[in-house]
């Protein structure tokens, strides 16, 4: 396994971004979509993203902002084509991020956990009562026109 990556995007100190050119094999059942890995002598070989690998907002669309400039930057790069991924993780030990990601367009590599995700919003899910779910996300193609509009 090879990783080569770059530190690229910094916001106020509470937010990282990087560009990771992988060549990580998946194996066979992979869970990412087609467009986010190559198949290479019968791998499955991540494609270079981005990947967010922290985010911290004070809750004034901070985040919001950060999250869409990093998809809009992905989408300028050649190499990335609006790939990006995420580790969605509790930083304050209480809240999951997870309703806000999946309100932007993010999806789980769990369809279990979007299942439940959806359902939460269309009760009109809030941050208070957002699922407790964590766990590796990316942005489908067909969800970036919303995530950057969000």
């Known amino acids: 396994m090879k990783i080569y990556s770059s530190y690229q995007t910094s916001f106020n100190g509470k937010c990282r971004s990087e560009f990771v050119n992988s060549f990580v094999n998946l194996g066979i059942q992979t869970h990412f979509p087609r467009d986010y890995y190559i198949k290479s002598n019968g791998q499955n070989i991540l494609k270079p993203h981005y ?13 919001t902002n950060f999250v869409q400039d990093v998809v809009i930057k992905s989408l300028k790069d050649q190499r990335t084509a609006g790939r990006v991924i995420l580790d969605a993780q509790k930083i304050d030990a209480r809240t ?44 489908p193609k067909e969800n970036i026109k919303d995530c950057i509009r969000y």
């Open 96 to 139: 999951s991020p997870a309703g806000f990601y999946y309100k932007l367009g993010f999806r789980f590599l769990e369809e279990k956990f979007n299942k439940i995700l959806e359902q939460w919003k269309t009760l009109g899910g809030t941050k208070f009562n957002a699922p407790d779910l964590e766990g590796k996300m990316y942005l």
């Open 51 to 63: 990947f967010i690998k922290f985010l911290w907002g004070d809750g004034n669309r901070e985040g």
